[in-house]
């Protein structure tokens, strides 16, 4: 059997983290098992969707390198869930109610006053033909809730969280449709997997509760269940994830300098046993990927975590996946001199000016600067060639005594303007003799 598993994001807003992180355990099981990721845009809410998200969740998604098998929406599915509700409403499974949000709260407080769970009464479903006719006839037009089978037991074993019980007699009846005939998420979610053959629904542990209902629906529907996997959800270093991550989508990232290849990284092993690591290719998290080594605690996100390994996947990145966001002129060469120090692809333009100059003259002491005039002459007498830095330090060493610090920083401070840097022994070749020379003597 083919896996096929589905993100389905409401395109109400930007993908958040939580969401990413969704999308890409999706993708890392279908691929994990051979099988195929749809995506599922949940825009059943014609008020509150909007075709700019939708964009932005393709965009993200392909920023990520996260690439679905399918796309299919929601709104181009009414049709099909009409005919399930009406099958629904025959076989007696969904019944009209007509209490306002106001008699169903009063309801409630009582209820939670008296220490009772907070779960409706059904006494929608005790009105007679007349009572509806009534009713309707004051202008009432009904909700529809999905009667639960309260002999039925509900459980199933969750990939992640393992055995998984509830008892349907203390559950509401869940509202699949609202009085305008809107859908509510739950039915027509449980349509499309049965339709479209989702063999594993993977999301957060906020929808378990949402599983307890969605399982006897599938049932009334007279299909197999699928796998469930309700990964717990992310919380950020202080608690709740900041706004910022939560609502942004991936801009924040891309704006931070932030390589896709480290937000995976991250993203896959969040909450897993196995530790974050900067991997760049995508086989071995593949490969790794088991719902067995999820944790059930809620997973800690920390930007400077994601920051650091950021920067030692940056120093992985090959030239050709960089070369386009590099400044003119910076080579093959170049990117490798200066790749080990950087946090972020954007700051290689700052090195890169280090190299074609011009640099600001340091201030020296007095003895430096007499040292950097002897190391431009020396320099001046030897073959320019890539182990230039090397032969100029050894023969300045021998004729100036100097060693370690005295004998590196001076130099440093001369040919780049700065006391730290890259490897002097890549850099100095790329700066070249004549602009070596006339930095050093500029510096003496
Ligand atoms: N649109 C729902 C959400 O974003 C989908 C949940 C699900 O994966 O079934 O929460």
């Known amino acids: 059997m083919t896996v096929i598993t589905r993100f389905a994001p409401s395109p109400t807003g930007r993908l958040h983290l939580g969401n990413l992180r969704a999308a890409l355990i999706n993708w890392l099981h279908a691929r994990a098992n051979g099988g195929r990721l749809l995506l599922r845009i949940d825009d059943t809410d014609a008020a509150r969707s909007e075709e700019r998200f939708v964009a ?257 996947i940056v120093h992985q990145l090959d030239w050709n996946h960089v070369a386009d966001r590099l400044p003119e002129g910076m080579d093959r060469t170049g990117w490798d001199a200066i790749r080990a120090n950087l946090s972020t692809v954007a700051e290689a333009a700052d090195w890169w000016r280090v190299v074609t100059g011009p640099v600001p003259a340091p201030a020296l002491a007095d003895e430096d600067r007499g040292f950097v005039r002897q190391a431009a002459s020396v320099a001046e007498s030897l073959d320019w060639d890539a182990g230039v830095w090397g032969t100029l330090t050894a023969a300045l060493k021998q004729a100036s005594g100097r060693k370690g610090r005295s004998l590196f920083l001076p130099l440093r401070l001369a040919l780049t303007g700065r006391d730290h840097g890259p490897d002097m022994a890549a850099l100095l070749p790329l700066i070249g003799r004549e602009p070596a020379l006339e930095r050093l003597r500029a510096a003496g």
């Open 56 to 312: 932005a969740i393709r965009d993200d998604l392909a920023w990520l390198g996260i690439d679905t098998a399918e796309e299919v929406r929601q709104s181009a599915r009414f049709d099909r869930y009409e005919a399930c509700f009406a099958q629904l409403v025959a076989a007696g499974r969904v019944y009209p109610a007509y209490e306002t949000p106001e008699e169903l709260d009063l309801r409630r407080k009582v209820l939670l006053g008296r220490g009772l769970p907070p779960v409706y009464d059904r006494a929608a479903l005790r009105l007679s033909e007349a009572d509806r006719a009534g009713l309707e006839a004051e202008g009432r037009r009904p909700h529809w809730r999905f009667r639960l089978d309260h002999d039925a037991p509900i459980g199933w074993h969750d990939l992640v969280r393992g055995e998984q019980r509830f008892d349907a007699a203390r559950l509401s009846d869940p509202v699949v449709r609202r009085a305008d005939g809107s859908w509510l998420y739950l039915l027509p979610s449980v349509i499309d997997d049965i339709d479209l053959g989702v063999t594993t629904v993977i999301r957060g542990e906020d929808h378990v509760s949402n599983t307890a209902t969605q399982i006897q629906m599938f049932g009334s529907l007279g299909a197999a269940l699928p796998e469930f996997a309700h990964v717990a959800l992310l919380t950020g270093a202080e608690g709740k994830l900041s706004k910022r991550l939560g609502a942004t989508g991936v801009d924040e990232f891309r704006a931070l300098g932030i390589e896709p290849e480290a937000v995976v990284a991250m993203l896959a092993r969040l909450g897993t046993s196995d530790p974050v690591e900067p991997i760049l290719d995508r086989a071995p998290l593949i490969e790794g990927f088991d719902f067995a080594r999820f944790g059930r605690a809620p997973a800690r996100f920390d930007e400077a975590d994601l920051q650091a390994l950021n920067a030692r």
